[in-house]
């Protein structure tokens, strides 16, 4: 598995599992935990949830996949924004902990821009990593005019920027993907495959057939191609996770690069960071 380094020098695998849509349904749980604990076998190691994903119970099925093996395991959770000041993200991490059933995260993450000032946002992240509770933090869904108010808020320690990327959400490279790039930070892909749609688009399904692969797999393979995004696809049965990880070992010749680029190109100017 292909590694992605946060600016402390950490390693993470460059393809991670996703969290969102688990724990809703009882009936679907035991799947669930199993094709997180495959992924977590076949190298996904970095698992992302949140506080606000079924309302805390996918961080205690995430807690329970991972128990046994949490040391292998490079947890990531979020905070809301309304949790997100001096007061209040000391308690919302506490009990994303607890119901992970863990003593840290590996990194804690704000879900998105809210009310609180960022420089309080940082103030109590950073606190947090004193405290030893979390082992760094970082960002989500923020575009590159927040970023650089982040990091003049004194956020220069900021491990990533959680953002939604894939073949139909191209508007990253034109600005916050290369600014990213230049502070050495990394970003997350989220919703990777476009939350199944992608895989039902008949151009990438072409391309998947050419290949004798699959238009998941493709377009897992063209993300982490860039060589500094990680993405953490959703898979709720082993049979998708299995597909997903040997999207890591497909490398797309650069004839496909360009059939994907013309069947899915970038906007031709700036446009607002998306987010789902
Ligand atoms: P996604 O990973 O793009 O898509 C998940 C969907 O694709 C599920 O319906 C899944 O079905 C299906 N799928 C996965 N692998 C497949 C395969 N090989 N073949 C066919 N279908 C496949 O969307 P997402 O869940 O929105 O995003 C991924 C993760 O990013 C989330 O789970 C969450 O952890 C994070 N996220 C973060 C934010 C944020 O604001 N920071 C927003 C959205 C998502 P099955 O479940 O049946 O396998």
Not at 169 to 192: C, F, I, K, Q, V
Not at 251 to 260: G, S, Y
Request: some cysteine.
């Amino acid at each position: 598995m292909r590694s992605i380094r946060f600016p402390d020098g950490t390693e993470v695998p460059a393809l991670g599992q996703g969290t969102w849509m688990m724990a809703e349904h009882p009936n679907r749980r035991v799947d669930e935990i199993t094709a997180l604990r495959a992924g977590i076998e076949l190298g996904m190691t970095l698992v992302d949830t949140a506080e606000m994903y079924a309302d805390g119970e996918s961080e205690r099925l995430v807690g329970e996949a991972v128990a046994g093996v949490r040391n292998r395991v490079f947890l990531v959770s979020k905070a809301y924004p309304h949790n997100a000041s001096r007061d209040r993200l000391p308690r919302a991490c506490e009990a994303s902990l607890e119901r992970l059933g863990t003593d840290r995260l590996d990194l804690y993450l704000l879900h998105w821009r809210g009310s609180v000032p960022l420089a309080e946002t940082v103030d109590a992240m950073e606190r947090l990593v004193d405290a030893g509770r979390i082992m760094r933090w970082g960002v989500s869904n923020l575009d590159v005019d927040d970023m650089a108010e982040l990091v003049s808020a004194g956020g220069d320690a900021c491990a990533t920027d959680q953002i939604l990327y894939n073949l139909t959400r191209r508007g990253p490279e034109r600005d916050l993907l290369p600014w990213l790039a230049g502070r050495g930070t990394p970003a997350m892909a989220y919703s990777p495959v476009e939350q199944g749609r992608l895989v039902r688009e008949p151009m990438l399904a072409d391309v998947a057939a050419d290949l004798g692969a699959t238009p998941a797999q493709v377009a897992l393979a063209w993300i982490l191609a860039r060589g500094d995004i990680i993405a953490i696809p959703k898979a709720g049965s082993v049979a998708h996770v299995r597909e997903n990880r040997a999207a890591a070992e497909l490398v797309l010749a650069p004839e496909t690069m360009a059939r994907l680029d013309a069947a899915f190109p970038a906007p031709p100017g700036s446009v607002p960071l998306e987010m789902l």
